[in-house]
């Protein structure tokens, strides 16, 4: 057995280096500038609609963010491995920006009624009278909001994101206190912290899929009420972790510039995090596909419709480039060695996919509007679904940043910290 010695050492100062408060400036910048640029594409465009779709978008975007932060965290703890210790801090960060997520569910939720056609059915009138809606439509769309009544109305909308809002704070507030109390603790032992991590974060998985599928029913597939599809928060919770793996692969490459980074990640953690990434990718064009081939193999009237409203109109152009951008570039991309072991490289692939992430949802979610659908057409109101996400993902990248600076980087009794600082060709 060869003998194998560290080669580093961490660092006495183990806080964030002096650039991440240069990232929270320019991301406090792009945010006021675009915040501009959107009031006044608003004023151009006479209306709101279109701002608050945006915004919509720019909720979902950063609710992945924040709880899929959460969600990843909740896996590292159960699953272990040294890139739990890469991106824990990072993780932990994302999970704590989730008051600013609230801040930005509460502007839906006092502005339902411009959104939802079973909130307002003036909506429907509007499309009825606009020719938007025709007679067959309109008696599915009356049938499925009395169907789902119970269910999708302004006050359950209200309870429900609550409610899920606590829960995903308590576990937020859960799991960041026992992490700053584990740290202080030279007593216990590891696998004392391993298992009370897991017992926290085993029902806390379920918990978030439970949850967060609730989420994206309510704010995003409910805005055509008459469509439904079981694997709907599926789609969402691994678009949230192709999203976040993406995202704490950026984070973690550009601290790599400073210490105590630069000593903890190795060549061989950044490859291992590469092919997690690349998993996602997988599972997303899986599943994706997957939704697509049933639907529209079943070819039944109620959910057809549903792709018909994606694809017609110039729709078709937006999907093809949603599957190029969304799916083939990252996975062609990801199949590299090299790519994968490539700072600079990995950290592009890693940007394409958050922009296509947003690409994405912006197919999900405007054809859904009825002036929208099968009608892709250019107004300022296009616009507003660049300026108003990217105004929104600048301010909670500002947040995100204040975070990463509260704590130290490495959690220093982490049971994995000894093997991350052996050289990259130590064997056994």
Known sequence: MAHVTHAKTLPADLSAPLFVDAWKTRALMVGLVFSVVAAGLAFADGSVDH?????????MVTFGFAVGGLALLMVQYCTGGKWGLLLRRPLEAMSRTLPLVFIYWVVIALTQKRLYMWANHGIVDDGVRRGLIDSDQLEAINHAISFKAPMLNPTMFVVVGLICFAIWGFYTW?????????????????PYWIKKFENLSGPGIVVYALTMSAAAIYWVMSLDPTWYSSVYGLLFLVGQGYAVLALGIIVSISLSKAEPYSTILRQTEQHDLGKMTFAFVMLNIYLAFGQFLIIWSGNLPEEINWYLD???????????????????????????????????????VCQWMIFARAFDMFWLIEPNFKDAARNLHASWGIFEYVAVPVAMVGFWVAYFCMQLKTRPLVQVNDPHLAEILEPEHATA
């Open 174 to 190: 859960r799991l960041n206190s026992m992490a700053l109390t584990r740290e202080a603790d030279t007593l216990a032992s590891t």
């Open 51 to 59: 701002v608050l779709r945006a915004w919509l978008l720019g909720l």
């Open 310 to 348: 994606r694809i017609r109109g110039h729709w078709g152009i937006i999907i093809t480039l949603d599957l190029i951008f969304h799916w083939l570039i990252p996975f062609t991309m990801l199949l590299s060695r090299d790519i994968k072991r490539n700072k600079k490289r990995l950290i592009r």
